[in-house]
């Protein structure tokens, strides 16, 4: 069978008609860059917000031909809403007449002085991010073990990563194969240690090289949020890429987040872009759950001597300096190293160590706080509004 090429995709998706049924999706420019990896289709359509809902006809005409091209087992497509998508002529962009309304109507649709309210996963309880200004700190495998000192806490756990463009998961979780699509577009989430565990690393070939601009990236977050078949959680650990791209402001801005835990080393440098995770989530009234402080210092194996390599206390002085928890310092140790290349995190290999207890007093703060936050939701008192 031929390989699929991105010519044929696209020319099959010029049959898709467009917004208001003039000209197609393709020459219309609404398709995003096209991505092909092992018999499947990426892909997002450029809709403007307020019409989202209207054209998820389309969406799924555009899924539908693409996944009858021969050689194309699956597709995911989704809508990326963005107001400057098409062209100036292109039907999209026609303004919507609005009714006139007094300020005070647009509490409608948002909750009262805020902003619109984010779709949450059915079933998942809460989400939180673990992030980091920057890449090296050692995010992904503290995410992987915060996941699992939760469940070692008695919560039913899942893990996101996020990290479209350096998904490790696969590799942390000893993890391979492929996700099955089940009913509808729902995908089964990959499992161990009692995980369950859906990353784009699952998706196409670990060497692959993943050249995508944001729609795509929001597009496929979305997906792996959404169209994933997650079950009953309590918590839902993400993964995030490192830095404040478009990654972060997608999870930022359309899922609704319980808090955000920094990752950040001791040394000055680290904090410096720590210092700019923590502004964006507060930008964007994310709750900041604390700052764990990794790579703290180094035992020494043969003598027991400690080394402060990175520096030591940094994280937590920035934590008092700003007024967000501080969770723990967990140490560098080679423990921690050995099992994360092997797939066999310490907190699942270890979970009566000393570094394992780390993680689950880490994974016990942040808990708490998630839980208070919940209480204090469930007894906020109902909004006033004059119109």
């Given at each position: 069978m031929p390989e699929v090429t991105r010519e044929v995709v696209l020319e099959k998706l010029r049959t898709v008609r467009g917004p208001g049924m003039e000209g197609n999706i393709v020459d219309l420019g609404l398709v995003s860059d096209v991505f092909i990896s092992d018999g499947k289709a990426y892909f997002s359509i450029t809709v403007p917000a307020d019409r989202a809902k209207e054209l998820e006809p389309m969406r799924a005409a555009a899924e539908r031909v693409v996944r009858e091209i021969p050689g194309i087992t699956a597709a995911m497509v989704a809508l990326t809403a963005d107001r400057k998508a098409a062209s100036a002529g292109a039907p999209v962009q026609r303004p919507q007449p609005q009714a006139p309304s007094h300020a005070g109507h647009s509490h409608a649709q948002r909750p009262a002085g805020g902003p619109p309210a984010k779709a949450g996963i059915p079933g998942v309880g809460a989400i939180i991010a673990v992030a980091s200004g920057k890449g090296g700190v050692g995010k992904s495998t503290t995410s992987v073990n915060l996941a699992l000192a939760l469940k070692a806490n008695g919560l039913k756990v899942g893990l996101l990563d996020a990290d479209i463009y350096g998904p490790s998961m696969p590799r942390l979780l000893k993890i391979s194969g492929r996700p099955q699509q089940i009913e509808g577009r729902l995908i089964r989430p990959m499992e161990n240690y009692g995980?369950?565990?859906?990353?784009?690393?699952?998706?196409?070939?670990?060497?692959?090289?993943?050249?995508?601009?944001?729609p795509m990236i929001q597009s496929a977050l979305l997906q792996m949020l959404r169209e994933v078949a997650w079950g009953d959680l309590d918590v839902l650990v993400v993964d995030m890429p490192p830095g404040t791209g478009d990654a972060q402001l997608t999870m930022a801005q359309q899922v609704?987040?319980?808090?955000?835990?920094?990752?950040?080393?001791?040394?000055?440098?680290?904090?410096?872009?720590?210092?700019?995770?923590?502004?964006?989530?507060?930008?964007?009234?994310?709750?900041?759950?604390?700052?764990?402080?990794?790579?703290?210092?180094?035992?020494?194996?043969?003598?027991?001597?400690?080394?402060?390599?990175?520096?030591?206390?940094?994280?937590?002085?920035?934590?008092?300096?700003?007024?967000?928890?501080?969770?723990?310092?967990?140490?560098?140790?080679?423990?921690?190293r050995e099992t994360s290349d092997a797939g066999t995190p310490l907190v699942a290999s270890d979970p009566a160590g000393e570094v394992a207890r780390i993680y689950r007093d880490i994974a016990s703060k942040v808990w708490e706080q998630v839980s208070a936050q919940q209480q204090d939701k469930s007894r906020a008192a109902p909004n006033i509004v004059f119109e």
């Open positions: 995980l369950k565990v859906m990353s784009m690393g699952f998706l196409v070939d670990e060497e692959v090289a993943m050249i995508w601009r944001g609704p987040l319980a808090g955000a835990v920094i990752v950040s080393t001791p040394q000055d440098l680290a904090l410096i872009d720590a210092r700019k995770g923590l502004a964006m989530f507060r930008k964007v009234e994310v709750p900041v759950l604390g700052i764990v402080e990794n790579m703290s210092y180094f035992i020494a194996p043969d003598t027991g001597n400690r080394y402060d390599i990175f520096g030591h206390g940094g994280a937590r002085n920035e934590a008092e300096r700003i007024g967000v928890p501080f969770l723990g310092e967990v140490p560098l140790t080679m423990g921690i």
